[in-house]
């Protein structure tokens, strides 16, 4: 299949990756010349669960993409969540009538802003427990093992979206086909909405949170904020079972003395935060159904704040 990776930090690099050395024909498109001037002089660079490995993987700027003669069946989105909007209109010109867009970010509802470039029956959304860390321009380190899950969202669009998890699957990237991937997105966002933007806060890592009985009653509030808007949407999920995926995180044996991706972004790498797409999106789509959602819309402004405070923002 060919393939775009539109975004190709450090989780564009591992799907870039893992589907170029299974074959697929990969173009590699982002923002970040010092990366993409490496990995076109040296190659994409990666500790692959400790074994290094090379991939020559062509990559674009977004800004030359009239250099670029590909045409895709299929582009990946793997930007973060503030830079989709002008990923997609730099790669508008590369998508035909047929070819299929996936976005695998974190976060709520950017299938209404791929919807602005992408016709609909094209758009499909997915789910990713893969992990990934850039450790420089080029370089990325890749460990554990991950899955992917994925939907179509026009009916009628089954097929294509399984044609799309065979491609993933060639690449041993455990790929399957959801029947509510909404749902999962939302359960994903409510323990990333609870653990990121609290950890960041807190400065702590996600045992050190977890130990914490005010945060935990905090969390039970995130949490009911989120359902209360997934099923304004008619999207359901169920609290116990969200509940218990978050305290799992808590476990210093699984990924406990982990900061979350939040914490690096903004303490250690001193980058916007994608908190308007998870906790923000709560607080929006709370003015639009008249539902209070206090605790997201404080956890938001903190986040911004600190943003602000530490010269991000
Ligand atoms: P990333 O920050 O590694 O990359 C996103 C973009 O930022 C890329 O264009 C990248 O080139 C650019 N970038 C990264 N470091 C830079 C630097 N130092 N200078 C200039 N530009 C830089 O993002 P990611 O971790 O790949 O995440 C992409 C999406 O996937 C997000 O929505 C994220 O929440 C989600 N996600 C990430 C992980 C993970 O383990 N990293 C896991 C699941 C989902």
């Given at each position: 299949?060919?393939?775009?990776?539109?975004?190709?930090?450090?989780?564009?690099?591992?799907?870039?990756?893992?589907?170029?050395?299974?074959?697929?024909?990969?173009?590699?498109?982002?923002?970040?010349?010092?990366?993409?001037?490496?990995?076109?002089?040296?190659?994409l660079?990666?500790?692959?669960n400790?074994?290094?490995?090379?991939?020559?993987?062509?990559?674009?700027?977004?800004?030359?993409?009239?250099?670029?003669d590909?045409?895709?069946?299929l582009?990946?989105?793997?930007?973060?969540?503030?830079?989709?909007?002008?990923?997609?209109?730099?790669?508008?010109?590369?998508?035909?009538?047929?070819?299929?867009?996936?976005?695998?970010?974190?976060?709520?509802?950017?299938?209404?802003?791929?919807?602005?470039?992408?016709?609909?029956?094209?758009?499909?959304?997915?789910?990713?427990?893969?992990?990934?860390?850039?450790?420089?321009?080029?370089?990325?380190?890749?460990?554990?093992?991950?899955?992917?899950?994925l939907q179509?969202?026009?009916?009628?669009?089954?097929?294509?979206?399984?044609?799309?998890?065979?491609?993933?699957?060639?690449?041993?990237?455990n790929?399957?086909?959801?029947?509510?991937?909404?749902?999962?997105?939302?359960?994903?966002?409510?323990?990333?909405?609870?653990v990121?933007?609290?950890c960041?806060?807190?400065?702590?890592?996600?045992?050190?949170?977890?130990?914490?009985?005010?945060?935990?009653?905090?969390?039970?509030?995130?949490?009911?904020?989120?359902?209360?808007?997934?099923?304004?949407?008619?999207?359901?999920?169920?609290?116990?079972?969200?509940?218990?995926?978050?305290?799992?995180?808590?476990?210093?044996?699984?990924?406990?003395?982990?900061?979350?991706?939040?914490?690096?972004?903004?303490?250690?790498?001193?980058?916007?935060?994608?908190?308007?797409?998870?906790?923000?999106?709560?607080?929006?789509?709370?003015?639009?159904?008249?539902?209070?959602?206090p605790?997201?819309?404080?956890?938001?402004?903190l986040?911004?704040?600190?943003?602000?405070?530490?010269?991000?923002?």
């Amino acid at each position: 299949m060919k393939v775009i990776i539109a975004g190709a930090g450090a989780m564009g690099s591992r799907f870039g990756l893992m589907l170029h050395h299974a074959n697929h024909e990969v173009v590699l498109v982002d923002g970040w010349q010092e990366h993409i001037d490496t990995i076109n002089n040296n190659g994409l660079q990666a500790n692959f669960n400790g074994e290094k490995i090379v991939e020559n993987i062509p990559a674009y700027n977004q800004s030359e993409i009239a250099k670029v003669d590909f045409s895709a069946d299929l582009v990946i989105l793997f930007t973060k969540a503030m830079q989709l909007d002008s990923m997609l209109q730099s790669i508008n010109s590369l998508l035909h009538e047929d070819t299929k867009v996936l976005c695998l970010l974190n976060g709520i509802g950017h299938e209404d802003m791929i919807k602005k470039y992408v016709p609909y029956q094209n758009i499909f959304l997915g789910n990713t427990m893969w992990t990934s860390g850039l450790q420089g321009p080029g370089k990325v380190k890749l460990f554990g093992d991950g899955s992917i899950d994925l939907q179509n969202l026009a009916q009628g669009q089954e097929q294509a979206a399984n044609t799309i998890v065979e491609a993933l699957n060639q690449a041993d990237l455990n790929a399957k086909y959801s029947s509510n991937i909404l749902s999962s997105i939302y359960k994903k966002a409510c323990v990333n909405g609870s653990v990121n933007g609290l950890c960041t806060i807190l400065e702590c890592n996600i045992a050190s949170l977890g130990a914490s009985s005010y945060a935990n009653t905090i969390i039970s509030q995130i949490v009911d904020e989120f359902i209360a808007i997934a099923s304004a949407q008619n999207i359901f999920l169920d609290k116990d079972e969200v509940l218990t995926q978050i305290k799992s995180s808590f476990d210093p044996e699984t990924i406990g003395l982990h900061y979350p991706s939040m914490y690096q972004d903004l303490i250690d790498n001193k980058r916007l935060t994608e908190i308007d797409y998870i906790n923000g999106v709560i607080v929006r789509k709370g003015k639009q159904y008249q539902i209070s959602t206090p605790y997201c819309n404080f956890l938001t402004e903190l986040i911004h704040s600190k943003e602000e405070i530490l010269g991000v923002r």
